[in-house]
């Protein structure tokens, strides 16, 4: 029998997600992962490695749950699919769309499922202009981002994000989309202004800015964009992708600032990737907006929208999440996480603006940090390398002058996993940096 070579067969045939080409038609896959249980993930070599990351920060509940293949299994055998289109229905994607309007802030209490995050922004973004075509005013259709944000890959959502890296990528952006600096009110304010509010559909922001490298806003700045919006008519898209079941130590992150928005996007953990889902939650008056002026068909839907067995596996997540307390552990183990970093600090020179919120948690590295002066080549890859070697997978984000190391480790970590985070991490800047203090 002919031996498998899966380094040759991914060259040849892998076009990797957000990869290196290069870099990947010369080494090859750097790591092929087999298996998982917990917060533990195993190669075809047998190597173990924390995922620090959630994988792309969405393995919530961890690796391996019986539970959610059992769901998953149920599911298939009774209904693997049905569509959701016009009038049919199913059970598990009425019971999810209830519980997640249930969990949701404010008045948000109707779900639009999609199969992810870029889908979900794109039905956001479409969902929007309807409902300003409905309103009488279908010259509202610009919609502002900030700069670093990210909110997918599909045309719009890709002309959305704020790194300007993925607008590179494509010679052809979609129109009316606009970007502000992240952290400003006065910068969105003055862009509305200048623009013209009647031209303005809505404003997205993540709360806090995940792949664009792990900012957490000012305490009042989404208070601010709120109020803004409120000013002008302009609707506000929190997208949670990233942030929402729990990752920041709250259910949705928006409720750190107690702020509403009108729309609410999820991925991710919803399912902690056992399944690809997505969805837009519209808040009442979106609704009613819709159910009075509507007058045929939403013209708006996916052939996965509401996959049976999706939903199935997110309802039975989402029953981990609360059955485990999840959003209490995660916002407790972020305070370790904080402790463990913050003693870092102490002890080497490079560390500096540590960023954590629940168990979303980045770092800045310097050559001297009390001064700010960067090194002249980036060392959060060489980190992230060297811890992968070590047996911890983080990510580098290195766009602009940035030089960070985030991390986002499944909600189920416990603080002794923590302590092992934090060793393997120090070993790793002593390798690299040879640094200490
Ligand atoms: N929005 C945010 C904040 C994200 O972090 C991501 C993915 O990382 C997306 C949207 C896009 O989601 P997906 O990759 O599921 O299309």
């Known amino acids: 029998e002919k031996e498998i070579n899966l380094e040759n067969l991914d060259k040849k045939h892998f076009l990797h997600p957000t990869s290196s080409i290069k870099q990947q038609q010369e080494d090859g896959p750097a790591i092929i992962f087999e298996e998982g249980k917990g917060i533990y993930l195993k190669d075809i070599n047998g190597k173990e490695y924390i995922e620090g990351m959630s994988s792309l920060w969405n393995v919530a509940v961890g690796y391996g749950r019986k539970e959610l293949a059992k769901a998953a299994k149920k599911q298939m055998k009774k209904l693997s699919f049905s569509s959701a289109f016009s009038t049919f229905s199913h059970e598990s994607a009425i019971l999810l769309a209830e519980k997640i309007a249930r969990l949701a802030p404010g008045n ?22 309807h409902y300003w075509l409905l309103k009488g005013e279908p010259e509202r259709k610009k919609i502002i981002s900030r ?7 599909a045309a719009g959502t890709t002309s959305a994000t704020g790194i300007v890296e993925f607008h ?3 010679n052809s952006l979609a129109p009316d989309f606009l970007h502000v600096d992240s952290d400003s009110v006065a910068a969105l304010k003055k862009e509305i202004e200048k ?41 506000f898209i929190a997208d949670e992708v990233i942030t929402g079941f729990g990752r920041t130590g709250k259910m ?27 969805g837009v939650i519209i808040s009442e008056e979106i609704h009613d907006l819709l159910k009075e002026k509507s007058q045929g068909t939403l013209f708006h839907g996916f052939t996965y929208s509401g996959h049976p067995v999706g939903c199935s596996i997110a309802l039975k997540n989402l029953e981990i999440i609360e059955r485990e307390h999840l959003v209490a552990n995660s916002s407790l183990m972020g305070s370790e996480l904080l402790n463990g970093l913050k003693k870092m600090e102490n002890q080497f020179h490079c560390i500096g603006e540590i960023r954590v919120i629940g168990l979303l948690a980045g770092f800045e590295l310097y050559e001297n940090a009390q001064t700010k002066t960067r090194f002249s080549e980036k060392v959060a890859p060489k980190i992230v390398a060297e811890c992968a070697k070590l047996g911890l997978i983080c990510r580098s984000v290195t766009y602009d002058d940035s030089d960070t190391i985030v991390l986002a480790p499944p909600l189920i970590i416990t603080k002794e996993e923590i302590e092992k985070v934090i060793n393997i991490l120090k070993n790793a800047i002593e390798i690299v940096i040879e640094d200490k203090k």
């Open 108 to 129: 948000l209490n109707t779900v639009f499922f999609t199969s992810g995050g870029s889908e979900a922004n794109e039905s956001a973004f479409k969902l929007v202009r």
């Open 147 to 153: 700069k670093k944000a990210y909110h997918g890959v």
């Open 168 to 170: 590179q990528m494509t």
């Open 195 to 235: 623009e013209g509010p009647k031209t303005i559909a809505a404003f997205i922001a993540e709360p806090v800015i995940g792949a664009g490298g792990m900012f957490i806003p000012d305490s009042d700045y989404l208070k601010g964009v709120r109020k803004v919006c409120d000013e002008y008519g302009i609707l």
């Open 252 to 278: 949705f992150a928006v409720e750190h600032w107690d702020v509403k928005p009108d729309l609410l996007v999820f991925a991710k953990g919803v399912t902690s990737g056992y399944f690809p889902l997505g």
